[in-house]
T-cell receptor
Framework: DAKTTQPTSMDCAEGRAANLPCNHSTISGNEYVYWYRQIHSQGPQYIIHGLKNNETNEMASLIITEDRKSSTLILPHATLRDTAVYYCIVSSYSGAGSYQLTFGKGTKLSVIP | DTEVTQTPKHLVMGMTNKKSLKCEQHMGHRAMYWYKQKAKKPPELMFVYSYEKLSINESVPSRFSPECPNSSLLNLHLHALQPEDSALYLC????????????FGSGTRLTVV
């Protein structure tokens, strides 16, 4: 079973910040939180990941609560091209250098003009 | 080269056909993965290869047969498929711990008739 829960859908006005929440209350100490997005029928695209500290890159920011049981992905200025399904994933080590990403149902983000 | 290349992009096959999907990466990643994605559902893990050896088989029917001839190439051989096997098949690769997670290919859209 997926280890994360996310809202099914969200709307965001173009130009505004999109804040996507994720609950991962059973996360273990060495498990990372990853965010990917998938635009219709394309392969999932990596956005950002983190362990316990907040992270920022050119696409987004990731805020992880101190107890690590939840996180929020922030797209600072949403554009129409950010319309996609966003997946919050907790990785698990599956041995010999491989990591298993188990996808939950994701959040369908619609950016509205 | 920072891509995972999947061929073909689209495939239509009959239930008695034998076909193969191909996945290639030249990033030096040592773990490679096959995922299956049905319409409007999240990707589901099928197989994990680590250092060219099969490490995880998620109880996939034997009509799907993976092969990893070398560290850059991953194949998925298909035989006697059913119409319900129609889906987007995604390949991914990863380097290891504390990396940017997986890099996904754009997928092969398979239709079984």
């Amino acid at each position: 079973d997926a280890k994360t829960t996310q809202p099914t859908s969200m709307d965001c006005a173009e130009g505004r910040a999109a804040n996507l929440p994720c609950n991962h209350s059973t996360i273990s100490g060495n498990e990372y939180v990853y965010w990917y997005r998938q635009i219709h029928s394309q392969g999932p695209q990596y956005i950002i990941h983190g362990l316990k500290n907040n992270e920022t890159n050119e696409m987004a920011s990731l805020i992880i609560t101190e107890d690590r049981k939840s996180s929020t992905l922030i797209l600072p200025h949403a554009t129409l091209r950010d319309t996609a399904v966003y997946y919050c994933i907790v990785s698990s080590y599956s041995g010999a250098g491989s990591y298993q990403l188990t996808f939950g149902k994701g959040t369908k983000l619609s950016v509205i003009p | 080269d920072t891509e995972v290349t999947q061929t073909p992009k689209h495939l239509v096959m009959g239930m008695t056909n034998k076909k193969s999907l191909k996945c290639e990466q030249h990033m030096g990643h040592r773990a490679m993965y096959w995922y299956k994605q049905k319409a409007k559902k999240p990707p589901e893990l099928m197989f994990v290869y680590s250092y060219e050896k099969l490490s995880i088989n998620e109880s996939v029917p034997s009509r799907f047969s993976p092969e990893c001839p070398n560290s850059s190439l991953l194949n998925l051989h298909l035989h006697a498929l059913q119409p319900e096997d129609s889906a987007l098949y995604l390949c991914a690769s990863s380097q290891g711990f504390d990396d940017y997670g997986y890099t996904f290919g754009s997928g092969t859209r398979l239709t079984v008739v």
